[in-house]
């Protein structure tokens, strides 16, 4: 039967969960926060869409990694120093969940959900003549140091052991593999099924769908209040008056755990803010995406213009730009780039945007216990474009009381209590 269907958050996982749930006959109203010229974390990332990132960010090692980075400011990953419950308390739970035993049950979920939003991209790219700028060349894991590229090598075997194809190049092979940009790099890993798109397109395309599918939009709608009646969530009040509906799909990002808190939901989630800078014009043009290992930056090619874009910066619900974290991006980009310079990045106006991590990596998808009228599709932290297409499937499935594709009780909302 058809329903009424509130989607709280208009990003990549909003849009997706609004226009499956439109596929499947029900009635869909977005609420949005911003305005539509919005420009949160959907919008200025990497646009990789990823079934190498099978390992949750959870993982064994990353809590040494963590500390020894935590202090520097220019590090891949850093701390805001501040005594914060939330902060401690999610932290307690990430070094818990960074054990091999989770990464070993959480693999093939990742795998398989990235498999599928994958094969959603092609059907979404072949669908509207490849607008999104859909691109199938593959990743490649580019290593500045020998030491780095034996750790690699290590990761390929797991990948290709879990059904991910990958090979191991020495620099010659991967200068060969991508011509376009000169490289100084020990080797890579190249993951063939990994791809990537614009993701301000793929944004536009997708909304686009959405209203063309009767999707309705509310902007400048932020939830303000919320009326609960026995264990349904009965209506939802915002700055543009009260809705009401018969499922509540809660897709709010960073802000997510505000709403939730609001209805007595522990969802532990902290905002992971990463920045990006394009080049419009770049010195050379690969054609191919990569990540600098090391460095933990992502580059992608998008049309004529180049995306460098990376860090993770714990510093809570904020979004101004530290320069200290851009010097750190502009700096690592010469050391495998060579012929690319800090002159190259003067003018550029910095992006930011808040990526919702949850403590074990895993994103939170489904049922709560609490309310029958409640789902929740958020934590996808740096994958939120790469598992959108599925999350927005198995929400419509979800949504449709049907039973959803994948077994998603590891993604259960209610985990933590």
């Known amino acids: 039967m058809s329903k009424n269907i509130l989607v709280v958050g208009a990003g990549a996982i909003g849009l997706s969960c609004a226009w499956h749930c439109a596929q499947k006959g029900h009635h869909v109203t977005v609420l949005e926060r911003n305005g539509a010229q919005r420009d949160g974390c959907s919008f200025g990332n990497a646009g990789m869409i990823v079934p190498s990132h099978f390992v949750p960010l959870a993982a064994p090692g990353m809590v040494r990694l963590a500390l020894k980075w935590m202090w520097n400011p220019e ?5 805001k120093p501040r005594l914060d419950g939330e902060l401690i308390n999610w932290g307690i739970k990430f070094w818990r ?5 989770h990464v070993r049950r959480s693999a093939p979920l990742l795998r398989d959900l990235n498999f599928a939003s994958r094969a959603l991209f092609e059907e979404f790219a072949a669908r509207n003549g490849n607008e999104i700028g859909l691109v199938t060349r593959g990743l490649l894991m580019l290593c500045k140091t020998q030491n780095s590229l034996e750790e690699e090598t290590k990761f390929a075997a797991q990948a290709n052991a879990l ?6 190049l020495d620099a010659k092979q991967t200068a060969k593999l991508d011509p376009g940009v000169t490289m100084d790099v020990a080797g890579a890993v190249y993951f063939p099924k990994d791809c990537h798109l614009s993701p ?3 944004l536009a395309a997708l909304q686009r769908q959405c209203e063309q599918a009767g999707v309705k939009f509310e902007w400048t709608a932020a939830v303000n209040g919320l009326t609960v009646r026995g264990n349904k969530i009965a209506a939802v009040g915002t700055e543009r008056g009260e809705f009401s509906a018969d499922e509540i799909v809660l897709c709010g990002g960073s802000w997510s755990p505000l ?3 609001k209805l007595g939901l522990k969802i532990p989630i902290q905002a992971g803010k990463g920045y990006s800078l394009t080049l419009a014009q770049p010195r050379e043009k690969p054609q191919i995406c990569s990540i600098f290992t090391e460095a933990r930056l992502a580059v992608t090619p998008m049309g004529d213009a180049l995306r460098f874009g990376g860090t993770l910066e714990m510093a809570e619900l904020n979004e101004e730009i530290n320069p200290v974290r851009v010097q750190g991006i502009i700096k690592s980009v010469a050391k495998y780039f060579p012929r690319f310079s800090p002159a190259d990045f003067e003018n550029i106006r910095p992006w930011c945007g808040l990526r919702p991590c949850s403590p074990d990596g895993l994103p939170y998808l489904g049922r709560t216990s609490k309310f029958s009228n409640l789902i929740l ?3 996808h ?3 939120g474009i790469s598992l959108s297409p599925i999350t927005g499937q198995l929400v419509g499935e979800i949504a449709s009381d049907e039973p959803p594709a994948f077994d998603l009780s590891r ?3 209610d985990r933590y209590g």
Do not use: Q
Request: avoid cysteine.
């Open 97 to 101: 969940a960074a054990k091999a035993e």
């Open 163 to 168: 059904g991910v194809p990958a090979e191991v």
């Open 381 to 383: 932290a740096m994958m």
């Open 411 to 413: 993604l259960a909302p």
């Open 75 to 79: 590090s891949p990953f850093y701390v």
């Open 200 to 202: 301000e397109k793929y």
């Open 377 to 379: 599709a958020t934590g």
């Open 259 to 261: 709403l939730a808190r």
